[in-house]
């Protein structure tokens, strides 16, 4: 069946005259790397084969789906998939569980509408014949139901609730918890993850695959939790990955006041590492601050995009290069959280005793182009990695506040997800554009730019009636910082308040080559008041 549905999608792209790929993709395995009116936050990333290719093998992607705007999180959990060979190609392969029926198919709730689904996890399961199980772990946290786990012969689903009770037609039986994760080991022996503001974790019931393993206990404060004194300081977010001989635990951290100048925050995602499934784990440190940890022109450390949030992701090696899955916070709340990924180096030193050491990503819109964003090539502002205001931005869970610029929701209709694929707008404005304000975007790849000819860089805006300027800069928005502005465009209040491109011609462009950032900063007369909205951006020969 599930075949059949994405023979179907092909062909449906094909009578509409849009691809697959351009339909379904942001733009080039840029971040946020999916669709900018999907929300898939809390990414576990796997490399499975794939069913329908035997031979073949896509990376799947399992989180959570904030489809309820107004809250966390969704009812239902989708998984998005591409070919290990193309990482831009990202294919929907739709609701793989919903929790809304219990053991005899009556509804879990009076409403009907089922359970909230948060930050899930899988594992595959291979038995001696060589077929393949998975077992998928919704994390529904309603009341009694803490623990479900459902099973399919496909990493695409459908999955199917395998842990009843015996008891309760609308119980399950299962000692996982708040965001669940689960691994199984070389050897066949399964060990489980969870916990909120503390670590567990223990042996799993091979058998069962939700319960622990008869004769053993979960070991408590795995690591240690932000309220206690060492530098694990868990928060949340459970993950777990096997590398090589050791076991690495990836989680979301609560930094220290103060830590690298800045307020706390549990927007990082850090790891830790063993010898062992279940400790002692040894710190290891950060893996990416969705917060895009900077500083400003006097050195300062400041936040250059979402000030404060929440984070969850994992590690996974494609074709010999590891990336680091995670999410950002899209408009003002914490409700509208994008995937996210980034190129990573993991060295392991094997044998007792040994190192995992993972590098810190950065924050970026390059996603999986890790060459750079091709100039010429038309993005959507949404995919801007830095933004600040002439202020610092000021979180207050779960909303913030913003003094400049920031990326804005979507969501095909701009109220809800049941507009279809191929109308559905692929775009995230950048708003809030005030005198002081900056948004950049890094890296672009200027190998690709044709420097030896005069180009232009056109904006797509809305002006909203406030005068101004945007100065375009190059590698720095500061000029004390090595930034060279290389063009500017002027704003009339009497614009037109509709969409349009307006085109701005560069110079100093001639002989450069690599990876450049580009940085628009905004500046007005008039305080506090958006010059326009930002939708899309591109390079171009010169007419």
Sequence with gaps: MKKIIHYINRIACTLSGISLATQLNTANGANPYLPLWEYIPDGEPYVFEDPDNPGKYRVYVYGSHDSLIKEYCGREQVVWSAPIDNLNEWRYDGIIFESKTDANGKPLNAEGIGDILYAPDIAEVVDKEGNKTYYFYPNNQSEGRKGMIAKASRPDGPFVVCNWS?????????????????????????????????????????????????????????????????????????????????????????????????????????????????????????????????????????????????????????????????????????????????????????????????????????????SGLDPYHRYSAGIACYYTGPRKAISAWPNFTFSGSYVQPTYGDEKNFETPYDLRVNSNPVVNNTDGSTVGYKYYNFDLLDTTKDNELVLNIKPLGTEGRIDIMVDSPWSERGGRKIGSLTLSPNAKQERTDMAVKLSGLKGMKGKHAIYLLFTSPIKDKSMCELHELTFRKAK
Aim: glycine letters at 12%.
């Design 166 to 370: 015996k008891e309760s037609p609308k119980l399950t039986d299962g000692d996982l918890r708040f965001d669940p994760a689960v691994l199984v080991d070389d050897d066949g022996k399964v060990y489980g993850y969870w916990g909120f503001e503390e670590s567990l974790g223990a042996e799993f019931d091979p058998v069962t695959m939700a319960t622990v393993k008869k004769g053993t206990k979960p070991v408590k404060d795995m690591i240690s939790h932000y309220k206690q004194d060492g530098v694990f300081r868990f928060f949340e977010a459970s993950s777990i990955r096997k590398i090589k001989d050791k076991y690495v635990f990836i989680y979301s951290r609560k930094s220290d006041n103060g830590e690298w100048g800045l307020p706390t925050s549990n927007y990082t995602l850090a790891y830790a590492y063993s010898d062992n499934p279940l400790g002692p784990f040894t710190y290891g440190g950060t893996i990416i601050d969705g917060r895009g940890r900077d500083t400003d022109l006097q050195g300062n450390p400041i936040a250059t995009a979402t000030p404060n949030g929440n984070t969850h992701g994992s590690i996974a090696e494609i074709n010999g290069q590891w990336y680091v899955f995670y999410h950002r916070q899209n408009g003002t709340t914490e409700y509208a959280r994008q995937a996210m990924v980034e190129p990573i180096e993991v060295k392991v030193t094997e044998g007792p005793g040994g190192k995992v050491e993972i590098s810190e990503a950065e924050y970026t819109s390059q996603g999986f182009e890790t």
